[in-house]
């Protein structure tokens, strides 16, 4: 318990300091510059000399914590770094707008430029430092790994540098946890990597007990639950689950929205549809392409995209995943358009036409997406709501996330529809835009569920030892 207090308490006062630090520069560029340029305006209303400040605090606060800038010992040094720097940007930006609306007229934008130099500068510091005072207070925790059809995660844990924050000391199956839940004794940290629902209650009871913390890879229907209903029903507490079905206001608002959004970037990025579509056309191709998808309850529509392969990709009639940098179907300009995600700009006429919303699923083809359903038949459950542009699954995984993955986080998405949640995925998607990692490829030939080794919840409706060998890799 004392670990704990200290812990949390050293964490609270490293994001304070985080946030004073980086506001630094915000103030030293406002009171020594653009404060100065409307000094007519603060002597009438004194106040507004402190608002911006704080309106920057609170604005860098919220979309830091959109950002997860403040994961000291889950996130990388690049990844905190990046991700504290958006944060700041996108604060100042909006503060400079407020600027120049007060003082009526646009003000030079080098001091804010400073500013952000000044916040990379001490951002950077301020990661190098916590980072070092976390892992010196704060060694591994002793991990076990329990796995039942799903394994490797020991390995992810590694490649994505979770080693300092746990240090794995045995991989078990669950027959052997089972048979002797005293060998969690003396352990910090379990994690259950798909276990069935019964032996994974089982052990996170004993945890529980003992005062050993979890970490649980859910499972499909875990994630449905997220969405029950708490009821009373016969003085007994109930859980009610139900397709999904969200409110009216939420449906009209969210229609209304898409309609909005896409509209003014229409108009905005029109530029960009024209510069785009030139270059395309040089390469004596039609500019568009369209492709079958699925949407809500399986409808089928016509998604349209910036043409970015060859003509004949796709000559022999068998739908595939793009491998990344190395398919050499990808034109030039298509290589171009894909790393900055402007072949997905065309979308927009989907979102206005009512095909597609701004936040969804991803479509999948027809063709693909019945492979994926041959081996995982829960894989069309995403399709309970209407497809969109972005989604829970595009921010928080990457564009080779295994088909199981995403549809994880579909449905978790999909268990609590909301205004707010919308909103945060798409700001959160901001943060993937420059992110590499969020393009990879499908490995070559990866098309099946099965391929992707995402048989672990198939395990709960069949005994067939095959289904559950499925790894991470």
Same mark, same amino acid.
């Given at each position: 318990m004392k670990r704990n207090w200290t812990h949390d308490i050293g964490l609270r006062i490293l994001k304070l300091i985080n946030i004073l630090v980086i506001t630094c520069p915000f103030e030293l560029c406002w009171h020594f510059y653009y404060a100065t340029r409307?000094?007519?305006?603060?002597?009438?209303?004194?106040?507004?000399?402190?608002?911006?400040?704080?309106?920057?605090?609170?604005?860098?606060v919220i979309f830091g914590r959109i950002y997860n800038a403040f994961l000291i010992s889950y996130y990388r040094l690049f990844e905190m770094v990046y991700s504290q720097m958006l944060a700041a940007c996108i604060s100042d930006g909006i503060v400079y707008f407020m600027i120049c609306i007060l003082c009526k007229h646009f003000q030079p934008i080098w001091p804010g430029l400073?500013?952000?130099?000044?916040?990379?500068?001490f951002s950077t510091v301020w990661s190098l430092c916590s980072r070092k005072w976390y892992f010196r207070h704060f060694p591994p925790k002793k991990t076990y790994v329990i796995y039942d059809t799903r394994s490797g995660i020991e390995e992810m844990m590694e490649s994505y540098g979770l080693s300092k924050k746990y240090a794995v000391d045995k991989v078990i199956p669950v027959s052997d946890v089972l048979s002797d839940l005293q060998m969690l004794d003396d352990v910090e940290e379990v994690f259950l990597s798909g276990i069935h629902s019964h032996d994974r209650n089982t052990i996170i009871k004993y945890c529980i007990d003992k005062g050993i913390e979890a970490l649980v890879l859910?499972? @499909?229907?875990?994630?449905?639950? =997220?969405?029950?209903? /708490?009821?009373? @029903?016969?003085?007994?507490?109930? =859980?009610?689950?139900? /397709?999904?079905?969200?409110?009216?206001?939420?449906?009209?608002?969210?229609?209304?929205?898409?309609?909005?959004?896409?509209?003014?970037?229409?108009?905005?990025?029109?530029?960009?549809?024209l510069v785009t579509a030139i270059l395309i056309k040089k390469d004596g191709g039609p500019v568009f392409y369209k492709q079958e998808r699925l949407t809500k309850d399986g409808k089928v529509f016509r998604l349209i995209k910036f043409r970015s392969m060859r003509v004949d990709a796709e000559k022999d009639g068998i739908a595939r995943l793009s491998t990344g940098e190395n398919d050499d179907r990808i034109t030039p300009v298509g290589r171009v358009i894909r790393k900055l995600r402007i072949d997905e700009l065309p979308q927009l006429f989907n979102i206005i036409k009512g095909d597609l919303s701004v936040v969804g699923p991803r479509p999948e083809r027809p063709s693909i997406a019945e492979q994926y359903e041959q081996e995982m038949p829960d894989f069309r459950l995403r399709l309970q709501c209407k497809a969109g542009l972005t989604g829970y699954a595009q921010v928080h995984g990457k564009y080779n996330t295994t088909p199981y993955d995403k549809l994880m986080m579909d449905l978790m998405y999909i268990a609590n529809p909301g205004f707010l949640q919308d909103l945060r995925i798409i700001i959160a998607t901001i943060k993937i835009l420059f992110l590499p990692e969020s393009t990879e490829g499908i490995k070559e030939g990866q098309v099946t569920a099965m391929e992707t080794g995402n048989t672990a919840d198939a395990a709960d409706e069949s005994d067939n030892e095959e289904d559950r060998k499925s790894t991470v890799a």
């Open positions: 409307a000094d007519a305006l603060f002597s009438q209303n004194p106040k507004i000399y402190l608002l911006l400040p704080v309106l920057f605090i609170i604005l860098y400073l500013a952000i130099a000044g916040q990379f500068v859910p499972r @499909i229907g875990d994630a449905i639950m =997220l969405g029950a209903k /708490r009821m009373h @029903i016969m003085h007994l507490p109930v =859980l009610q689950v139900y /397709r999904y079905n969200p409110k009216p206001e939420y449906v009209f608002t969210k229609r209304f929205f898409d309609i909005v959004l896409s509209s003014v970037a229409l108009l905005i990025l029109w530029p960009v549809f």
